[in-house]
């Protein structure tokens, strides 16, 4: 049995990271910004693929996707284990940055794409970032940018209210598997 109420949290991998002279630890993709491994609280910097889970929400039910709405970094994907309901895996198998668009690519030294930018993110405008007027889902549908990664991840949230496909739910206190490059 859990010994907690619920719980909120993200997990995010890390790519291309290093540790400079002064031993400051950095990462081109999805970094926390503590200039350390450990990320003390502080969240991944977009583009990021994300998973996230609410646990013991709702009368025990878990919540629980993989999210693109920050962009994408690599593919992911979570399992749960045990659990009654639903307790489907959700998953980005796919290698995003191979199709990203170029105004959302982040590329690295060399040229590589290395992460592919939310619409948000790359334009900072309301109908891609779903902020007023643009904040119901009768005014925030899908578009062209979110539906590359619905195409390519149709289990992931993709946009702000992308819920039907890429929610899903788990009750009778599971095990979590976060497994990074499905």
């Known amino acids: 049995p859990r010994e907690f109420d619920s719980w ?10 290093s540790t400079d002279a002064a031993g400051k630890f950095t990462c081109e993709t ?9 990320c003390n ?12 889970i609410t646990i013991a929400a709702n009368g025990g039910q878990d919540y629980y996707d993989v999210s693109l ?14 659990g009654t309901g639903e307790c489907k895996p959700s998953s980005c198998p796919a290698n995003v940055n191979k199709v990203c668009p ?6 690295a030294a060399d040229g590589s794409v290395i992460s592919c930018k939310s619409a948000c993110l790359a334009f900072g405008d309301s109908k891609y970032c779903y902020t007023p007027p643009n904040n119901a889902p009768e005014t925030c549908p899908p578009t062209e940018y979110s ?3 619905e195409k390519q991840c149709p289990q992931a949230y ?7 496909n890429s929610t899903f739910t788990c009750s009778g ?10």
């Open 8 to 17: 909120s949290g993200r997990f995010w991998g890390r790519t291309r990271c």
């Open 30 to 38: 999805a970094d926390c910004g503590s200039g350390q491994v450990a």
């Open 41 to 52: 609280g502080a969240g991944a910097v977009p583009p990021a693929t994300l998973v996230e």
């Open 69 to 82: 709405v920050d962009g994408f970094n690599l593919p992911m994907s979570v399992a749960p284990q045990g």
């Open 102 to 107: 170029a105004p959302l690519q982040v590329k």
């Open 147 to 149: 539906e590359i990664f």
């Open 158 to 164: 993709s946009y702000a209210y992308d819920d039907k």
């Open 173 to 182: 206190g599971p095990d979590y598997v976060i497994t990074f490059c499905p």
